[in-house]
T-cell receptor, first 117, second 114 residues
Framework: EAGVTQFPSHSVIEKGQTVTLRCDPI?????LYWYRRVMGKEIKFLLH????????ESGMPNNRFLAERTGGTYSTLKVQPAELEDSGVYFC???????????????FGEGSWLTVV | AQSVTQLGSHVSVSEGALVLLRCNYS??????LFWYVQYPNQGLQLLLK??????LVKGINGFEAEFKKSETSFHLTKPSAHMSDAAEYFC????????????FGTGTSLTVIP
């Protein structure tokens, strides 16, 4: 079974440019999450999809970030225009169940490393 | 509000020595606690988790952690370090209130010295 896959694995862009990160969750997982780790700091929640609907987007830093999950399959996270402070690792994760319940596991991808110069 | 503190951003141990990675949490409701590991060039992998029941939780690769409510701690241990344990380790907390939103610590990088 394929895990959570993310693309690109690394991206270097100039300030003001646009970057789109893609996440393919594990097949059959309705729940998809985005997290971000800025260098040296904690991994922070960005948002949560249940199928194609945004369940919780309280962690999105500002309106330069746009997440979509059309059709309830893969998701994209667009940063436009990118700023220096957006540099970090963007993790995507997925789970079958909603909520933290015994037996439910949230699976993370390898992350997309974004560097804004 | 929930938060996690991981003491020591870098820990070094000799091969065969005890591994102890510290995690303290803050939560106003019963917590769910997790340890994730990130090996170089890989994603976050679940090591173990505590939700309810037995407070001593065993995970993969010989790791275990004990939930101590009185100390608000969930320290990760392994009796004997192996070279392959070198990685970054993240403690995280969630709860029934926060649902799918995990609160992570800043991570601890473990170096194993041969």
């Amino acid at each position: 079974e394929a895990g959570v896959t993310q693309f690109p694995s690394h991206s270097v862009i100039e300030k003001g440019q646009t970057v789109t990160l893609r996440c393919d969750p594990i097949s059959g997982h309705d729940n998809l999450y985005w997290y971000r780790r800025v260098m040296g700091k904690e991994i922070k929640f960005l948002l949560h999809f249940v199928k194609e609907s945004k369940q919780d987007e309280s962690g999105m830093p500002n309106n330069r970030f746009l997440a979509e999950r059309t059709g309830g399959t893969y998701s994209t996270l667009k940063v436009q225009p990118a700023e220096l402070e957006d540099s970090g690792v963007y993790f995507c994760a997925s789970s079958h169940e909603t909520g933290v319940v015994p037996g439910n596991t949230i699976y993370f991808g390898e992350g997309s490393w974004l560097t804004v110069v | 509000a929930q938060s996690v503190t991981q003491l020591g951003s870098h820990v070094s141990v000799s091969e065969g020595a005890l591994v102890l990675l510290r995690c303290n949490y803050s939560s106003s409701v019963p917590p769910y606690l997790f340890w994730y590991v990130q090996y170089p060039n890989q994603g976050l992998q679940l090591l173990l988790k505590y939700t309810t029941g037995a407070t001593l939780v065993k995970g993969i690769n010989g790791f275990e952690a004990e939930f101590k409510k009185s100390e608000t701690s969930f320290h990760l241990t392994k009796p004997s370090a192996h070279m392959s344990d070198a990685a970054e380790y993240f403690c995280a907390v969630s709860s029934a209130n926060t649902g799918n939103q995990f609160y992570f610590g800043t991570g601890t990088s473990l170096t194993v010295i041969p």
